[in-house]
């Protein structure tokens, strides 16, 4: 008898959701859930409802209180946020996997390149300003990077990581989730700024990153320090996609990109990170972000397009 899953979609219908986290059910909006929902499915039995007009409602007051759930390895905090969030999108994971399973890749790569390399010529190599491969850990730039799944996946994995994000408590919220985690040791520089300013900055200073992960809203305010105007994904993507192939390390590079706007599908995305790296679209590989349900139901979440050099 196998140990049923840490999350589950349980069903989705006539515009919500109903997702179990851990010991909790969560009834939320959900937009693309536009089939009927399946009664039978445990609606009535929700321990947590969020309305965009009331806010979030619980018959126990107690399941408005913070909870702990371990989804691959990592432990999470998840509590009742605005906009009807618990700070978890678990259609993701395969993203964490990816980028963890590239950061192991390159470290093993790593290591053979300075096999039997003597200490005077591996500290020549640790000193170049744009070291890649052979220069010590793997570096992640995580943009738009939320309570910081991806961050903890890349960082176990062994990558020293720049997680960013306008938002003060989300930056508070990942931190907490690295020392659930037992990560809140690993090299992760935790920088509250607006993505858009953050990589012009480093591309004045000559950064650059063995890996990129990005997940922008389609809508967002620029946080930070002040710096950054609002963000519309589909104005402003272009500019910040050339910005991130700037800092790409041409030694082994990856960029794993996520969007949940219903003007980019699949090609679209794929297409505006081919122009921004300058690679064959037909180097980039796509996926829908989709959930199926316990009930059969599919709910659409997004778009992740994914390039490995």
């Known amino acids: 008898m196998t140990d049923r899953p840490a999350c589950a979609l349980l069903d989705a219908g006539d515009g919500r959701r109903l997702d ?5 059910i969560v009834d939320r909006p959900a937009p693309a859930a536009v089939g009927p929902r399946d009664e039978g499915a445990g609606w009535a039995e929700a321990d947590l409802r969020f309305d965009r007009d009331g806010g979030w409602w619980a018959a126990d007051p107690t399941a408005l209180e913070p909870w702990l759930v371990t989804i691959d390895g990592l432990t999470l905090e ?21 980028v963890a399973d590239r ?18 010529v591996a500290d020549r190599v640790a000193d170049r300003p744009s070291a890649g491969a052979g220069s010590g850990p793997v570096r992640v730039l995580h943009l738009f990077a ?3 799944a991806a961050t ?3 960082a176990r994995a062994g990558a020293a990581v ?6 003060r408590p989300a930056i508070a919220w990942a931190r907490r989730n690295a020392a659930a985690s037992g990560l809140g040791d690993r090299p992760i520089r935790w920088i509250v700024d607006d993505a858009v300013a953050f990589v012009r900055r480093e ?4 950064r650059r990153y063995d890996g990129i992960v990005l997940d922008p809203p389609s809508y967002g305010h620029g946080g930070g320090r002040g710096r950054g105007p609002a963000w519309r994904i589909g104005e402003d993507l272009p500019d910040l996609l050339a910005g991130c192939a700037s800092l790409l390390d041409p030694a082994a590079p990856f960029v794993a990109l996520s969007a949940h706007s219903e003007d980019y599908g699949p090609d679209r995305l794929a297409g505006e990170l081919a122009h921004a790296i300058r690679v064959p679209r ?11 349900a316990e009930t059969g139901a599919l709910l659409p979440l997004g778009v992740w397009v994914w390039w490995s050099a």
Do not use: N
């Open 20 to 24: 179990r986290f851990g010991d909790r």
């Open 78 to 98: 998840l509590r009742p946020a605005a906009g009807g969030q618990v700070g978890l999108f678990a259609e993701q994971a395969p993203i964490w996997r990816w």
């Open 103 to 120: 950061v192991t890749e390159r470290g093993a790569a790593a290591a053979r390149a300075t096999d039997g390399v003597t200490d005077r």
């Open 146 to 148: 939320y309570t910081g």
């Open 152 to 154: 903890l996946a890349a």
């Open 162 to 167: 720049v997680h960013v994000d306008g938002s």
């Open 203 to 206: 591309a004045r200073r000559g």
């Open 282 to 292: 037909g180097s980039i590989e796509a996926m829908d972000l989709d959930e199926r």
